[in-house]
């Protein structure tokens, strides 16, 4: 089992930053593939940014490409994401999820473990 801790979200003005921490415990991280979804009131939940179990792979969403960065941290069952040049369309409750076949996906399915969410609110 996968547990799932995400941190780090709250009110922000556009153009701000903020940077979202997920913290793993239960089976080891390293050889999960980890991703951020995003769900606004009345919207689907919609994938924002993966990384496979290395690293080595990343993709992002178009919204975000260019503005947000995940990165993890395998010696610490850490990953992040860094947001820049908030928008208020970037306003949602985000969801740390874990794939245990340690890929990189934009499907939901992929994933088998979520955290709870927290919720990025950017004002205009």
């Known amino acids: 089992q996968v547990q799932l801790v995400e941190s780090g979200g709250g009110l922000v003005q556009a153009g701000g930053s903020l940077r979202l921490s997920c913290a793993a415990s239960?089976?080891?991280?390293?050889?999960?593939?980890m991703g951020w979804f995003r769900q606004a009131p009345g919207l689907e939940r919609e994938f924002v940014a993966g990384?496979?179990?290395?690293?080595?792979?990343?993709y992002y969403s178009d919204s975000v490409k260019g503005r947000f960065t995940i990165s993890r941290d395998n010696a610490k069952n850490m990953v992040y994401l860094q947001m820049n040049s908030l928008k208020p369309e970037d306003t949602a409750v985000y969801y740390c999820a874990a794939a245990e076949l340690g890929i990189v996906s934009a499907s939901a399915q992929a994933y088998s473990h979520w955290g709870q969410g927290t919720q990025v609110t950017v004002s205009s």
């Open positions: 990384i496979n179990w290395s690293g080595e792979r990343i």
């Open positions: 239960g089976r080891a991280f390293r050889t999960l593939g």
